[in-house]
């Protein structure tokens, strides 16, 4: 079984809900570093006619050779090759007449990957990145001893696309842009001591047939926990 499962949502060592009576099991007060978020947000546009420059094209099936492609190039699809994204010329501004925030400007980088076929029908793709622009406004702390880091998580829809020449192509996408103000951290939180870890729960095609409604709890299941159940049946 797992954490989710209907079996552990009621045991004191597990993550869940929490309520009046559960706070009555705390054992301590512990020390943890962790990345504290200090502020985030999310902005999503469609950039069209976009010129994206890839680097070497390479083929996407080792079988098709190592040879040059040869025109025409077909555009087939593009897509974001990762989701995180490199921010550069990170500008922070506090403002004075809104304490703790500031404004942001910087350039972040989204990896594409490009998918295109050639005159004999042979598959490659070429690397390339999508760079965006962004001017907001967020929450940063206050410098001191611990420095706080800003970083991105990023993702893009190919909406459409052509060749234009060499390894370059032209590109209309959607794009989803996370910024977050990040610093890594010591906290002080309270405890109910180490997780118990529970045993896993056997894979089974008949989960229904496997499980009676009358095991459950009579007190009220978390919906968390009701859901993860349902999902898994």
Do not use: W
């Amino acid at each position: 079984m797992s954490f989710c499962s209907y079996k552990n949502c009621t045991t004191e060592n597990c993550p869940g809900a929490v309520n009046d009576a559960s706070c009555k099991g705390i054992k301590e007060k512990v020390c943890v570093q962790v990345k504290k978020f200090y502020d985030s947000c999310m902005q999503q546009e469609q950039l069209s006619k976009v010129s994206v420059t890839c680097g070497d094209f390479v083929p996407v099936c080792e079988c098709d050779g190592t040879g040059p492609f040869t025109p025409p190039i077909c555009f087939e699809s593009c897509r974001s090759s990762g989701y995180v994204g490199r921010i550069r010329n990170l500008v922070i501004d506090r403002m004075c007449d809104r304490p703790g925030f500031a404004r942001v400007r910087c350039n972040v980088d989204i990896p594409i990957d490009v998918l295109f076929t050639d005159s004999a029908c042979r598959e490659g793709i070429g690397h390339g990145t999508v760079t965006v622009s962004k001017d907001v406004l967020l929450c940063v702390p206050d410098e001191s001893i611990v420095p706080f880091t800003m970083e991105s998580l990023v993702s893009a829809i190919c909406v459409s696309g052509r060749y234009v020449s060499g390894t370059t192509f032209e590109l209309t996408i959607c794009v989803t842009v996370i910024l977050k103000v990040i610093a890594e951290v010591e906290m002080l939180i309270p405890s109910y001591g180490f997780c118990q870890v529970p045993p896993c729960e056997e894979f089974a095609e008949n989960v229904s047939d496997e499980i009676s409604p009358n095991e459950y709890p009579k007190t009220k299941i978390p919906v968390f926990y009701r859901l993860c159940d349902r999902i898994r049946g």
